[in-house]
């Protein structure tokens, strides 16, 4: 079956037809690519060591264990079908207090720690506390990684409170207070770079 492509270009020359094949067919992958990575799933770089020891950064970073950052797929289309989580690793917009706070700007990579509502406190030890219950972090904290900003911090509504995994050297919500939720672009699922790190985070 002929495409509209095909009827519209039926009276070219053979060699013409072709390039506008080629065109179109490059024009569309573009198109698609510039989607996917608008609507669907984004890749991002891990630049600093906030995360570790779960996402990499490259030495000779202070705190980096690898000798290449990972790189990570967020999904950005999946809090517009469901509420941010709990520990969920995500990447959002640097807000204006945050890059002020941090001398950092673009885009962060932190876990969400308090959801709307909760109060969330960090002991002089380290240890956090939502709403007087301790939370198990033992899946993602090294003992060793522990320290920065201790207090108390009530979440607002429509606001999240994220923390990086390595507290002695993560800029976050301690420091510039809660996320609105609408600076969030996604949740990171996976590390596809480099090779030996590939899988979920």
């Given at each position: 079956m002929r495409g509209p492509i095909d009827r519209l270009t039926e009276n070219l020359p053979r060699p013409w037809r072709i390039a506008v094949d080629w065109i179109v067919t490059i024009v569309g992958a573009i198109v698609i690519v510039l989607l996917i990575k608008a609507y669907v799933v984004n890749p991002y770089r891990i630049p600093s060591?906030?995360?570790?020891?779960?996402?990499?950064?490259?030495?000779?970073?202070?705190?980096?264990?690898?000798?290449?950052?990972?790189?990570?797929?967020?999904?950005?289309?999946?809090?517009?079908?469901?509420?941010?989580?709990?520990?969920?690793?995500?990447?959002?917009?640097?807000?204006?207090?945050?890059?002020?706070?941090?001398?950092?700007?673009?885009?962060?990579?932190?876990?969400?720690?308090?959801?709307?509502?909760?109060?969330?406190?960090?002991?002089?030890?380290?240890?956090?506390?939502?709403n007087g219950k301790p939370?198990?972090?033992?899946?993602?904290?090294?003992?060793?990684?522990l320290g920065g900003e201790s207090g108390t911090w009530h979440v607002p509504k429509h606001h999240i409170f994220v923390m990086g995994d390595n507290r002695r050297q993560s800029c976050d919500s301690r420091v510039w207070g809660a996320l609105d939720e609408n600076e969030l672009i996604g949740k990171v699922f996976a590390i596809y770079w480099p090779p030996q790190r590939i899988g979920f985070p």
């Open positions: 060591s906030s995360m570790e020891p779960t996402l990499h950064c490259a030495r000779p970073g202070l705190d980096c264990e690898a000798s290449h950052s990972d790189r990570v797929l967020a999904n950005r289309f999946i809090y517009h079908f469901t509420d941010p989580a709990r520990k969920d690793i995500v990447v959002f917009h640097t807000p204006k207090s945050a890059q002020e706070q941090c001398g950092a700007g673009g885009t962060f990579v932190k876990r969400i720690i308090g959801l709307p509502g909760d109060t969330v406190t960090v002991r002089d030890n380290g240890k956090v506390v939502i939370l198990d972090e033992s899946g993602y904290i090294q003992p060793d990684r």
